[in-house]
């Protein structure tokens, strides 16, 4: 008999990853010397944005952010030994899913459902037929690229979990792992069986009866945090997530953002046309809630908060910050008190922001 279990993630026009996820391979690869400066800028994103907890992209840009870190460091295994070698701890989906754990298939089922305040570009499932269980990351798409550091991540990351979850028990003999591609993960990788697979992601068959043992916790605990934002579904939140690490840039046209964003420009305006805005519309919205948190919440020059929000003239950024608010930048600052908010994404959707 065959019992599936499916994370109800639902329908996501826009696969989204939390681009924090990646924190600490980059504090990894500083570590150890490598610098980033260039990838960061190919890609067209900040450490900042990559140390913030709240900012999502869209998935290729995390394969693709993935793959330039493995180039960069001139390790083709780099993302299946962090993966191996992470400290669960600090990986959010582990400490959230651990929590309360009291059993392997309870670990896996409760990994399951964390996993959506991370991501919507992906869909776990746990399948078991007669003697042997199946965990699988399932691609809610198909990448254009091959994933093979994506795919080599989860590989080790799932070995990681299920050695330190089965301690003992744990037999690589048992095990397989299907990948997309070979070349990112060791051939004799630990004495398990591995698999070419194709980019609908990365898969992993163990005994069934390891999900009934007790799950190994440290004695020292986990410490679980559930206070992350989860992705959004809709189109047009997902597009305001996916374009919030960007805004910095002053070129950030409506060309620019819709590939950003994974689309053709001209599907994109008709997607947005028949929601009742537009994605110029949209970019002028996020910067004048980006710029308002930083007014309200920091001690930066006003300078530095339009360069932060794609305005190399402090004029330009000015007469811009007028047109949405009525007042000068140095006005509302001087009008409204900080107040407590979390993150410039949190404040209120008060505008009529113009393009």
Avoid at 187 to 213: A, E, K, V
């Amino acid at each position: 008999m065959t019992q599936t279990v499916y994370d109800p993630i639902g329908p996501t026009e826009l696969p989204l990853i939390r681009l924090g996820l990646v924190k600490p391979i980059v504090e990894q690869l500083e570590h150890r010397g490598i610098l980033i400066d260039d990838l960061l800028d190919e890609l067209a994103l900040t450490r900042d944005a990559i140390f913030s907890s709240e900012f999502f992209v869209p998935a290729p840009v995390m394969y693709a952010l993935l793959e330039g870190l493995a180039q960069t460091a001139d390790d083709p295994y780099l993302l299946v030994s962090f993966g191996e070698s992470l400290d669960l701890k600090q990986w959010p989906v582990f400490t959230e899913a651990v929590a309360g754990a009291s059993s392997v298939g309870d670990f896996f089922n409760r990994f399951m459902i964390v996993s959506r305040r991370h991501a919507t570009s992906i869909a776990y499932m746990l399948k078991t037929d007669g003697a042997l269980a199946r965990f699988k990351a399932q691609r809610s798409f198909r990448p254009d690229r091959v994933p093979a550091q994506a795919d080599a991540f989860y590989a080790g990351l799932i070995v990681n979990i299920f050695r330190h979850a089965i301690g003992i028990d744990w037999d690589p003999a048992q095990v397989t792992v299907t990948v997309c591609d070979l070349h990112a993960v060791p051939g004799d990788y630990h004495g398990m069986c591995l698999q070419q697979g194709d980019r609908s992601g990365t898969s992993i068959n163990f005994p069934m009866t390891w999900l009934l043992l007790p799950f190994l916790k440290d004695s020292d605990g986990q410490e679980a945090r559930s206070d992350f934002s989860s992705p959004p579904r809709t189109l047009v939140n997902a597009i305001r997530e996916s374009l919030k690490p960007y805004l910095h840039l002053p070129d950030l046209s409506v060309e620019r953002a819709a590939q950003l964003c994974g689309f053709k420009e001209r599907v994109l305006r008709t997607r947005l046309h028949d929601t009742g805005t537009t994605l110029g519309r949209e970019i002028a919205l996020l910067r004048e809630q980006k710029a308002i948190a930083l007014l309200l919440q920091t001690d930066a020059k006003i300078s530095e908060i339009g360069a932060a929000t794609g305005f190399n003239d402090p004029a330009s950024f000015t007469r811009s910050f007028k047109r949405w608010t009525g007042m000068s930048p140095k006005e509302y600052r001087k009008r409204h008190s900080a107040g407590t908010r979390d993150g410039f994404g949190s404040v209120s959707d008060h505008s009529g922001a113009n393009p």
